[in-house]
């Protein structure tokens, strides 16, 4: 198992901000698109963002302009940065490593978001 370990969740209120980390290790950081799914009780995983080895970015439409998805080649860290949060964006976050072409993926244990109203 590929430790892809996460930090940076907890408690905010509404229209605050949280900045999510996820460290990997380099041979995963170089090689793999990472990303950051969120998922809520008796829902389905969904995406939020994602960037590619080449920095290539995309983002569900509804964090669209709050969310900024980035990554530190120095500190093989992926980050999300996430402003002007909403309660509807309460949900368990989970980092994700994916290599193209292949079935080769990772995922972080999940830290928990709470944006309270």
């Known amino acids: 198992q590929v430790p892809l370990v996460e930090s940076g969740g907890g408690l905010v209120q509404a229209g605050g901000s949280l900045r999510l980390s996820c460290a990997a290790p380099r041979i995963i950081f170089s090689t793999y698109a990472l990303g950051w799914y969120r998922q809520v009780p008796g829902r389905q995983r969904e995406l939020v963002a994602t960037i590619t080895t080449s920095g290539s970015v995309n983002y569900v439409d509804s964090v669209k302009g709050r969310f900024t998805i980035s990554r530190d080649n120095t500190r093989n860290t992926v980050y999300l940065q996430m402003n002007s949060l909403q309660p509807e964006d309460t949900a368990v976050y989970y980092c994700?490593?994916?290599?193209?072409?292949?079935?080769?993926?990772?995922w972080g244990q999940g830290t928990q978001v709470t944006v309270s109203s």
């Open positions: 994700n490593a994916r290599k193209s072409s292949t079935f080769l993926e990772y």
